[in-house]
């Protein structure tokens, strides 16, 4: 869908909403993602158009830009830990029945919006993290694969080589704001004496893959998909419900 119709769509639902206009008796499909990654919309649109449901749609779009590795913050070989390893978080929602599937720190898997799907629609839980997620995406026939690419590992090595910095550690020895570690906890914090980690932050520093849309039957889903900040501490989830409502 071009940025144009998106964003009258986007008008047209908002005004339905708070009672301007009264909605029209045919359903108007609708693609709505975060960011200006057009293959992942024409992906989830090109669901829709043949008559797919909302929450096909919305896996195709993430997973479009699962492949296509969007910005580097989505997908594998981006946004290494700290210890340089590509891990996924992803959130898929029905709208209709308001279940939701969800993964954090999946590692070795490319498709982390798919195993959300997978976690919704084959388990009674909602939520499954770090290895026992991988597990269950193998059982459920996902490929175990290398997250890692020659972009990753470049993105580390250039962080080592700057003394770990910036990280995500603070409150610690040796100093994070000039060592790679392996750090021990201060004893006896001071209120106002804690570090600042993170600096200089833009739009290259956050933000992911934020995905909505509704099919012709007037179903509603939702999704989002990230491999998380650069040189986080293995085992932090980085997605939040936020990044859906955003959209």
Not at 94 to 114: D, Q
Not at 154 to 178: A, G, M, T
Not at 187 to 198: C, E, T, Y
């Amino acid at each position: 869908m071009q940025a144009a119709n998106c964003k009258q769509c986007l008008l047209w639902v908002i005004a339905t909403v708070i009672g301007i206009v009264s909605p029209e008796p045919t359903v108007r499909p609708l693609v709505i993602n975060t960011w200006p990654f057009t293959r992942a919309a024409e992906a989830a649109w090109n669901v829709l158009e043949l008559g797919g449901s909302a929450l096909d749609a919305v896996e195709k779009g993430c997973t479009q830009c699962e492949i296509d590795q969007c910005d580097g913050s989505v997908g594998y070989g981006g946004s290494p830990d700290e210890y340089g390893e590509t891990t996924l978080d992803a959130m898929i929602m029905n709208g209709n029945t308001m279940e939701a599937g969800a993964v954090a720190n999946l590692r070795r898997i490319k498709n982390a919006i798919g195993v959300a799907r997978a976690v919704m629609e084959y388990t009674k839980h909602t939520f499954l993290v770090g290895e026992s997620a991988s597990l269950f995406a193998q059982s459920m026939g996902f490929p175990s694969e290398d997250l890692t690419t020659s972009k990753s590992i470049s993105i580390y090595s250039k962080w080592l080589d700057q003394n770990c910095q910036p990280n995500f550690r603070k409150n610690v020895i040796p100093d994070p704001l000039q060592s790679c570690g392996p750090y021990k906890p201060v004893r006896g914090l001071q209120v106002g004496k804690q570090a600042v980690i993170q600096k200089d932050v833009n739009v290259h520093h956050h933000d992911t893959i934020g995905m909505i849309a509704i099919d012709k039957a007037g179903n509603l889903a939702a999704g989002t998909s990230t491999n998380g900040a650069t040189h986080k501490i293995p085992g932090v989830m980085q997605f939040t419900c936020q990044a859906i409502l955003d959209v």
